[in-house]
């Protein structure tokens, strides 16, 4: 899968590893969680109303399209996480369990 995201400017941070959907990738110190699922995939989650995929909009906290969930179920806003080592993340709201804002019926 592609990245939205492309690191061009610097590399020189020390990075680790974070499980997305249960595929490791790389995150780097200091990454928001956004910008490392974004640096590893074409998109941060699934969308609450279709099969599409979001990948947030507002980037500061406010728009609440940026909602991914750890393994354990909480749920956490990627654009103001930081990325922390051994985190296992969902983005796929068939993978999440309880707690995922149910997908419209249309
Ligand atoms: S992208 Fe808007 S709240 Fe995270």
Known sequence: MSARFVRVA???????????DGCVAQAAEGDTLMVALLAAQDA??????????????CLMGACQDCWVWTVQGERLRACTTVAVPGMSIVTRTALAGEGVWPRAKS
């Open 10 to 20: 610097e590399a020189g941070r020390p990075t680790f590893e974070i499980v997305i």
């Open 44 to 57: 941060l989650r699934d969308s609450e109303f279709d099969a599409s995929r979001r990948a947030g909009f």
